[in-house]
């Protein structure tokens, strides 16, 4: 029991640490608005929400934010990870709860395209809010840039990080309930 335990925890730790490389290692400025940055970071979060439920899925969210502000996304600050905590922490719930009711193919889909328009959806009232509040855009500014920029950038944003998970959760899902069941010897 307690090696099954171990056994979790370092897998959501190896998903926390790919979430992060991935962050690292693709990334690049929305050629409307250059600070708007795409990321793959979601990719990880949604095998892992999948994989032990949207609990761990949030939990792996808050980590790879906190480590996001700290470390890639420093002129964001904390406005900028709390604002990815939220989108991401939608779509993570979203789509794992509805996973977790209907464990299928289908189920998984269903959850992924509905947890990404909640997470587009939540990205206009954090932008009306934040962006506003505390990055210094005037509102007429920011509602001007809501259809034009933020909605088509969290679309593709979300929209590829959802199909990636879409194709590679299955193999890498098998790859990890693979891992920890081997007889010790």
Partial sequence: MRNEKTIKLVKLALLTAMSLVLMYAVR???????????????????????????????????????LQWITVSVQSGWVGALMHFF?????????GFIYLKMHSIKG????????????????????LIFTVHYNGVPMEAMKAMIWPVIVPFNSMKAGINVAVTFIVYKPISRLF?????????
């Fill in 108 to 127: 998984a889909l269903l959850g992924l395209i509905l947890g990404a328009l909640a997470a587009i959806v939540m990205m206009i009232p954090l932008n």
């Fill in 28 to 66: 690049f400025p929305y050629p409307a608005a250059p600070y708007l940055e795409y990321d793959m970071a979601d990719v990880p979060i949604l095998i892992g929400t999948f994989l032990y439920g949207p609990g761990a899925g949030l939990a792996i969210t808050a980590v790879v934010c906190i």
């Fill in 87 to 95: 989108s991401t922490g939608m779509l993570v719930l979203v789509a």
């Fill in 177 to 185: 309930k693979k891992v920890g069941k081997a007889k010790e010897a």
